[in-house]
């Protein structure tokens, strides 16, 4: 069988500059900024109150609704204001600001070594809350409210998406080298709760030696298969990792429990592992530091709500002034256009680029090629929908099923015209969709 | 040719008529449509464009809606008084003689505002706005300037001028297309012959008004102070003039730091 799916591309990896290197551990100096919406769902409700001090692990804001998670502090210190700061959506949001006293002195974090059949289902969940897990991925969302499905004896595949299609990107490589056991037994636990469900890992066969790693750990274990998956972009984007690893097709008005699935990044199962095990809450993270105009290219492991201008000088400042920075992958990353802003749950990555490939042409117009088409994962036609979008016919949008567009960006890396159609189809979603909530 | 043949010939024709008469007649008797009087007489006195601007589908819409009294007598943005007196005195109401226009919030041009970044993309406010930040323009609140309203006017009424949308009051219609077409709702509908009208729509605290724009309200609330009719309020940093109370005085004009009343 051919773990793949139609559509998609393969653009320039990059993953070189980061792959083989040892993780850098950082521990931030400056304030630490704690946006109260790291996840999708209610913002979370802050339960301190400027001039406290609080300790590492300890709740400094507490989940808003059941759709929502948890924050905790990850340096000790005061804290020092609860105000609205600019996060790397581009837009300000309320967020607890901590002055770090740069001595990490830490609550106690509650073990659990019970044998993994002992573990209560309510056991499980409720860590994994308690500690404020959300998908890694990028979404963010709370991981708590995945693996409580309304129907859950449908469910009857876990995948974990270790594919990391998204270009220079390294940190859930980084993370299966160095702690697989913890990813698989992030992945068991999960499985526990789950009692008729196989455990796939889904992984791009441009990693072997993780390949290997993983399949030499699982010998034996009839529960859990490695599935190498073919190296192509949006691999890893959740419809896409569903159909390559089980043949079922979602739409956008499905969720993967609809098809009997449940998708997790690599660093959600090992943020599941420390919570349940552990009983840390997820307060740090590996971000890839990587591109063009950073002197050491690196993966840090770093603590939540660091300074991006910190972590890129942790990762030897800039060799040459960058043209473009975005935080997250080159594909799906937002542009930034500062670096003062705080690394949240779902910061994956920081590049910075010599070159600005998008600004660096001017669009065209289409020239009726097809090639957005043929490379649409979602089997949308881009070119018609954006001109669709550009004459304001958004019923016709509709029609032609624009919703459908996961936003991955191939039809714009493909398009000889330069067109901006990803964004355009992405502002017309969210146009649709803030009036369908009217 | 034989004579009784033409006679057959129509009398069938002739019985086939008087039947088919009698049919019809019955017919428009018992499924008749009652049509309002009025509205055939308000069609009759709108101008017969078919533009849409009123927001009905054509002007047998808006007739059929000022009728049943669902839109004012002053619906038709293209007739304007005149054609709203007539209507008024068809359907009883009361015509509105203030004109009024719209008006773009917003004086911060690429001069006087800054941008927080470069923008790459379709030139369509409604798609700029999902970029970081709300959109290039440091201030969340002002004028993109890419012409989406300008699009709409059916009118020619609205120019970009130095990266902010400009209203020719003489050319606007009230139609109020703009109005609904700009995703910061900068746009709104003031009296033709306003005496102050706020230039600024940011609702920010002064001193980040300041940092981003030269021409941006700093909410001192000087003008209500000042204001002879206490028309003035300030809202969330930013002044906000009540029309109905208005004489155009001039007055805070006159005392406003940073001259954004016009």
Redesign the interface.
């Known amino acids: 069988m051919k773990f793949t799916f139609k559509g998609g591309i393969h653009p320039y990896e990059g993953k070189e500059l980061t792959m083989d290197k040892e993780v850098k551990e950082y521990l931030p100096k400056g304030d630490m900024v704690y946006p109260l919406s790291q996840h999708i769902g209610a913002p979370a409700e802050p339960v301190v109150k400027k001039g406290d001090r609080v300790l590492v692990g300890q709740l400094i804001a507490k989940a808003g609704g059941f759709v929502s998670a948890n924050i905790h502090s990850s340096v000790s210190g005061t804290v020092k204001a609860i105000e609205m700061r600019l996060t790397s959506?581009?837009?300000k949001m309320n967020s607890i600001v901590i002055e770090n006293d740069n001595l990490y002195e830490a609550v106690e974090f509650k073990a659990n070594d019970k044998p993994l059949e002992e573990l209560t289902k309510e056991e499980i969940l409720d860590a994994i809350k308690e500690a404020g897990v959300v998908g890694m991925g990028g979404a963010g969302f709370p991981t708590h409210v995945k693996l409580s499905p309304k129907e859950p004896d449908k469910i009857d595949t876990i995948i974990v998406n270790a594919s990391e299609c998204e270009p220079y990107l390294t940190s859930d490589y980084r993370r299966i080298m160095d702690e697989a056991d913890k990813v698989i037994g992030g992945l068991k636990i999960v499985l526990k709760l789950f009692p008729g469900a196989k455990g796939i890992i889904g992984i791009e066969n441009n990693k072997p030696k993780a390949i290997k790693l993983l399949k030499e750990k699982l010998a034996g274990d009839d529960d859990i298969v490695v599935n190498s998956l073919k190296t192509k972009y949006p691999e890893g984007a959740e419809r896409q990792l569903i159909f390559a690893n089980t043949g079922r097709y979602i739409n956008s008005k499905m969720l993967p429990a609809d098809a009997g699935c449940i998708v997790h990044n690599v660093d959600t199962v090992y943020a599941i592992y420390e919570a349940v095990r552990e009983g840390r809450p997820l307060i740090d993270r590996l971000v890839t530091v990587s591109g063009d105009a950073v002197e050491e290219p690196c993966n840090i492991l770093t603590k939540m709500g660091t300074n991006y201008a910190e972590l890129i000088e942790a990762a030897g400042g800039f060799k040459e002034t960058p043209e473009k920075i975005i935080a997250g992958g080159p594909m799906m990353g937002?542009?930034?256009?500062t670096t003062d802003i705080p690394a949240t749950k779902s910061s994956s990555a920081i590049l910075c680029m010599t070159k600005?490939e998008?600004?660096e042409y001017e669009e065209g117009p289409c020239i009726r090629c097809g090639r957005c088409v043929s490379v649409c994962p979602g089997g949308v036609m881009p070119n018609t929908l954006a001109t669709l979008?550009?004459k304001?016919q958004f019923d016709e949008f509709v029609k032609l099923n624009g919703m459908e567009c996961c936003e991955c960006g191939c039809c714009s890396y493909i398009c000889p015209a330069k067109r901006?159609l990803t964004?355009?189809i992405?502002?017309?979603r969210?146009?649709v969709l803030a009036s369908r909530k009217k | 040719m034989d004579i009784m043949s033409i006679v057959i010939a129509a009398a069938v024709v002739s019985v086939v008529g008087i039947f088919a008469g009698i049919l019809l007649g019955v017919a428009s008797e018992k499924f008749k449509v009652d049509v309002d009087e009025k509205e055939i007489a308000i069609r009759e006195i709108l101008p017969g464009n078919n533009c849409g601007g009123c927001g009905y589908p054509g002007c047998d819409g808006l007739a059929c809606a000022i009728a049943k009294g669902e839109a004012s007598p002053s619906g038709c943005p293209v007739g304007g008084e005149e054609v709203a007196k007539k209507i008024a005195e068809i359907v009883g109401g009361e015509a509105s003689t203030v004109k009024m226009v719209a008006h773009v919030k917003c004086a911060g041009d690429c001069n006087k505002a800054k941008d927080?970044?470069?923008y790459?993309?379709?030139k369509?406010c409604?798609?700029?706005?999902?970029?970081?930040?709300?959109g290039p323009k440091a201030c969340?609140y002002g004028c993109m300037g890419y012409g989406s309203c300008q699009?709409?006017c059916q009118f020619g009424a609205i120019s970009i001028v130095d990266g902010i949308a400009v209203i020719d009051k003489d050319k606007c219609k009230s139609c109020g297309m703009c109005v609904a077409e700009c995703p910061r709702h900068i746009i709104e509908m003031v009296p033709y012959d306003a005496g102050a009208i706020v230039e600024c729509n940011s609702k920010d605290f002064g001193k980040d008004v300041k940092a981003v724009c030269q021409s941006g309200c700093i909410g001192c609330g000087i003008c209500a102070k000042n204001c002879p009719q206490n028309a003035i309020t300030v809202d969330n940093y930013l002044a906000k003039v009540d029309y109905d109370k208005c004489t155009g005085c001039g007055t805070c004009k006159e005392k406003c730091p940073v001259k954004i009343i016009k």
């Not at chain 1, 937002?334 to 256009?337: N, S």
């Open positions: 959506s581009g837009s937002k542009a930034l256009y600005d998008v600004s979008v550009e304001n901006h964004q355009t992405a502002g017309a969210k146009l | 927080a970044y470069d790459v993309g379709p369509n409604k798609i700029a706005a999902n970029a970081p930040g709300g969340s699009a709409v």
